[in-house]
C-alpha cells in the first residue's frame, strides 16, 4: 500500500522560496506518474504540475509556470516541487498524489506567503 507524506511547507514572504518534498513508501514508486495539488480556501483543489515516471515529462499550471519546478529522485522514492517567486494568491494547502488506481494522496502541507 502506497502512502505519502509531504514537508516543506511555511510562512514566507512574497517572492521568497520553498521546496516541498514527497516522500513515498512502496517499492513501485518509479513507476508511477506523480503530481501536485493545491487547495486554497474556499476554492477548489487544482492541479500544479506532473512529472512521469522518468521525470522527462513534465506540466503545470499556467499560474506557476517559470517560476515551480518538479522532479523525483526514483532512488529516494521523493517527488519535490521547487517554488521560487512566490506571490500570495499561492498561499494553499499543497497535496502530493500518485497516480494509481485509485489515486493516492498524501496529508498536504500549508503554504502561506505574505505580501
Known amino acids: 500500500q502506497v502512502q505519502l507524506v509531504e514537508s516543506g511547507g511555511g510562512l514566507v514572504q512574497a517572492g521568497d522560496s520553498l521546496r516541498l518534498s514527497c516522500a513515498a513508501s512502496g517499492r513501485t514508486f518509479s513507476y508511477y506518474v506523480m503530481g501536485w495539488f493545491r487547495q486554497a480556501p474556499g476554492k477548489e483543489r487544482e492541479v500544479v504540475a506532473t512529472i512521469n515516471w522518468t521525470g522527462r515529462s513534465t506540466s503545470y499550471a499556467d499560474s506557476v509556470k517559470g517560476r515551480f519546478t518538479i522532479s523525483r529522485d526514483n532512488a529516494k522514492n521523493t517527488v519535490y516541487l521547487q517554488m521560487n517567486s512566490l506571490k500570495p494568491e499561492d498561499t494553499a494547502v499543497y497535496y502530493c498524489?500518485?497516480?494509481?488506481?485509485?489515486?493516492?494522496w498524501g496529508q498536504g502541507t500549508q503554504v502561506t506567503v505574505s505580501s
Open positions: 498524489v500518485a497516480y494509481i488506481n485509485p489515486r493516492v
